[in-house]
Every structure is written in C-alpha cells, then in structure tokens.
C-alpha cells in the first residue's frame, strides 16, 4: 500500500508498506495491504510502521486523522510529539 504521514511541519513517512498500526478512538488498529476504506480519528501514541522491506518504523504522534481510500492508499495527518525536549 502507499502509505503518506504528514505532521503540519514535515511528511513524517512516505512510500510503500506492508502495514501500519495505531491508536484511534476505537482501539488500535492495524491496516494492511488492500484495507477497506476508513476514516478514523487518532489518539497520542506509537505509530508503528513496516515498510516494504520489512524495516520497522516507529514515529510518535499526537492526535491526528487516518484515512484508508480504495485505491489501496493510506494517509495520516498527525500532531508531531517534540521527543527531544519532553521530560
């Protein structure tokens, strides 16, 4: 799937994946390749994605919005969490 990950500063993650796992308002979710479409809002938490590759990626995120299309295309539009400065 083509998986977009936005932040209002900066794209976060952007290219193919295997899958991608977060936190919404309805528990975690995982979507996959060829995922129903959805819309969903997110909560903070771990943004956990496997690329292509396989390589695991771990982006922290605030609240946010997940969207799935038909066209097997996934994007995320998340609060950045500033993990440099956080105590």
Request: charged share 25%.
């Given at each position: 799937m083509k998986l977009s990950i936005y932040s209002l500063k900066q794209?976060?993650?952007?290219?193919?994946?295997?899958?991608?796992?977060?936190?919404?308002e309805g528990g975690e979710i995982t979507v996959l390749d060829n995922h129903e479409p959805l819309?969903?809002?997110?909560?903070p938490g771990t943004i956990t994605v496997k690329d292509a590759a396989g390589k695991e990626h771990f982006i922290p995120a605030?609240?946010?919005?997940?969207e799935v299309t038909a066209?097997?295309?996934?994007?995320?539009?998340?609060?950045?969490v500033d993990t440099e400065n956080r105590k």
């Amino acid at each position: 799937m083509k998986l977009s990950i936005y932040s209002l500063k900066q794209v976060l993650f952007e290219g193919e994946a295997e899958s991608v796992n977060c936190a919404t308002e309805g528990g975690e979710i995982t979507v996959l390749d060829n995922h129903e479409p959805l819309i969903a809002t997110l909560t903070p938490g771990t943004i956990t994605v496997k690329d292509a590759a396989g390589k695991e990626h771990f982006i922290p995120a605030g609240a946010g919005f997940l969207e799935v299309t038909a066209e097997n295309a996934t994007k995320i539009l998340a609060d950045e969490v500033d993990t440099e400065n956080r105590k």
